[in-house]
């Protein structure tokens, strides 16, 4: 089956303590991109990755990191969180072109 | 840049009432992709439809329909005769040719019974 995973679905952490969010799809997407869902404000892109070892910065990227090592893996890194990265992650992978983004199930995001 | 804009943020209507969700858009390109998902209260993004540039024809799958006007960069979704299940958050978004997807900001549809 088509998909694109996130782990973990629910994360609860302490300020300043570093944590990865995973992201692997198995659809041999060469595009691949993280998204932060905020009430109002839509999904607004962090960082995106056009291919492996091929990585740029979105709307949002302060406070976050990202590696593309391999095709299939795509994981946020949060060196440092904060309270205002408290959100809803998407992580998405896609063709280029006229295709559409498959999306992961999201991350829950809890930063106190 | 580009831009997707959403402006009614909340819309409440009766089962069986049409909705219209409006979605209206920025770009300097030529070529463009125009989707719109999905995302119910469990919370993962449902694909439903995309439009590219130079497919100005409108499109229905049963109850939904899209109407994609270049002229006022305008790509709007149409429920007919709604049902408690439609209520969700729906979300335009608009990707450029080198693959940058911008979302709107979401309307949320509650359909009450």
């Known amino acids: 089956e088509a998909q694109v995973t996130q782990n973990p679905r629910y994360l609860i952490t302490v300020t300043g303590k570093k944590l990865t969010v995973t992201c692997s799809q198995n659809m041999n997407h060469e595009y691949m991109s993280w998204y932060r869902q905020d009430p109002g404000l839509g999904l607004r892109q962090i960082y995106y990755s056009m291919n492996v070892e091929v990585t740029d910065k979105g709307d949002v990227p302060e406070g976050y990191k990202v590696s593309r090592k391999e095709k299939r893996n795509f994981p946020l890194i949060l060196e440092s969180p904060s309270p205002n990265q408290t959100s809803l992650y998407f992580c998405?992978?896609?063709?280029?072109?006229?295709?559409?983004?498959?999306f992961g199930q999201g991350t829950r995001l809890t930063v106190v | 840049a580009q831009k997707v804009t959403q402006a009614q943020t909340e819309i409440s209507v009766v089962e069986k009432e049409d909705v219209t969700l409006d979605c209206v858009y920025e770009?300097?390109?030529?070529?463009?992709?125009l989707f719109w998902y999905k995302q119910p209260p469990s919370g993962e993004l449902v694909f439903l439809i995309r439009r590219n540039s130079f497919d100005e024809q409108n499109e229905i799958s049963g109850r939904y329909s899209w109407n994609f006007q270049k002229s006022t960069s305008s790509f709007n979704f149409t429920i007919t005769a709604s049902q408690v299940v439609d209520s969700a958050v729906y979300f335009c978004a608009l990707r450029n040719a080198g693959n940058m997807l911008t979302f709107g900001g979401g309307t949320r549809l509650m359909v009450k019974p």
């Open positions: 770009t300097r390109d030529t070529t463009y992709y």
């Open positions: 998405a992978s896609s063709r280029f072109g006229n295709t559409e983004a498959f």
